[in-house]
């Protein structure tokens, strides 16, 4: 390996060990918000071993595999940097960039509510009033005829098998 390319080996590693830095920041930023312990291992166990193999093939696709010992140190200065210089920068553009996802994502959900769920839950409400309306309709058009029907035709029985006991003497009528 001449000197050349172990010079780009060496400054991209100390590129990479800054991004090994930013995403581990990352993912301490959202493993923090996590309650629970287990949960946090396993992150941390994702991570790692999405990192490694991710790790492995960057150095592959610069140097064909080959590992030295500056390629660790490399790593470690990068890293170094990182969370010396770049940390409170990172961290801060980072809250940032959270805040304004979470006011974007609130103005998207109320635009959607607005826009979207607001019509919908508009028409569901009038075709159910309408639907309830004509079923009323047809209750008091089809229903109520025949139950007054029945009733009156149960008052005429019932009127005359009075009239049958009584013997014709009086005219009694009884209400159901």
Do not use: C
Not at 12 to 17: Q, R
Not at 39 to 60: A, D, E, G, K
């Amino acid at each position: 390996m001449n000197l050349h390319t172990q010079f780009d080996l060496f400054i991209h590693m100390i590129l990479y060990g800054a991004f090994i830095g930013i995403t581990y920041d990352g993912v301490n930023i959202i493993k923090g918000d996590m309650r629970h312990k287990p949960n946090r291992v396993i992150t941390m166990v994702i991570y790692w071993s999405i990192l490694v193999p991710l790790t492995y093939l960057y150095l592959y696709n610069v140097n064909q595999g080959q590992m030295h010992m500056f390629v660790f140190v490399s790593l470690f200065i990068g890293n170094g940097l990182y969370f010396k210089l770049m940390k409170r920068q990172f961290r801060n553009d980072l809250e940032m960039l959270g805040k304004n996802i979470y006011f974007i994502l609130g103005v998207i959900k109320k635009v959607a509510n607005v826009i979207i769920i607001s019509p919908i839950l508009f028409i569901y409400r009038l075709f159910s009033d309408i639907i309830k309306w004509i079923l009323k309709l047809l209750k008091f058009i089809f229903v109520t005829p025949l139950v007054n029907l029945g009733k009156w035709g149960s008052k005429k029985k019932v009127n005359k098998r009075v009239k049958k006991a009584n013997g014709h003497q009086e005219e009694q009528t009884t209400e159901t």
